[in-house]
C-alpha cells in the first residue's frame, strides 16, 4: 500500500508495476516480427490488386478505344439512314397498313381457287389440243 496515496504526491510506480510495464512492452515488441510480417503480406496483396487494377483499366480503355473508333465509322451511315426510317416510320403509322394481312388473305382465298380452276381447264384444253394434233396425223396416213 502507498502511503502517500490521497495526499496530492504523484505516486512513484512500484517495482511490481514496473515490471508488469516491461513484460506489457516485451510482448508488444515480441508481437512487432509478426505484425511487421502481417504488415508486409498486405502490402504485397495490395501490390497485386493494384496491379491487376492498373491491368484491367489498361484493358478497358484499350476496349473503350476500339468502340470509339467504331462508333466513328457506324455514325455517318447509322445518320443517313434516319430520313429513309422515318419516312418508313410514317408509312407503318398509316391506318392501311393494319388491313393489309386482311387483305392478302382475302386475295389469297379468292385468286387461289380462280388458278386452280385455270390450271384444270388450261390441262384439259391441252389434253384436247393434243387429241386433235393427232388426229389429223391419222387422218393423213389413211389417204
Known sequence: M?????????????FSEL?????????????????LSDLNA???????????????I????RIAERLED??????????????????????????AVDTVPDTLRRIHDDLMP???GLRQAQDRVGSVTGLLRRRPAAEDDGH
Do not use: K, N
Open 2 to 14: 502507498d502511503p502517500f496515496r490521497g495526499l496530492g504526491i504523484p505516486r512513484i510506480p512500484g
Open 19 to 35: 515490471l508488469a510495464l516491461l513484460q506489457t512492452q516485451t510482448e508488444a515488441l515480441a508481437q512487432l516480427p509478426r505484425t
Open 42 to 56: 498486405t502490402v504485397r496483396e495490395l501490390t497485386a490488386a493494384t496491379t491487376s487494377a492498373r491491368d484491367t
Open 58 to 61: 489498361a484493358s478497358a480503355q
Open 70 to 95: 467504331l462508333v466513328e465509322d457506324l455514325e455517318e451511315p447509322v445518320r443517313a439512314l434516319r430520313p429513309g426510317l422515318e419516312r418508313v416510320g410514317r408509312v407503318l403509322d398509316d391506318p
Open 114 to 116: 380462280l388458278i386452280h
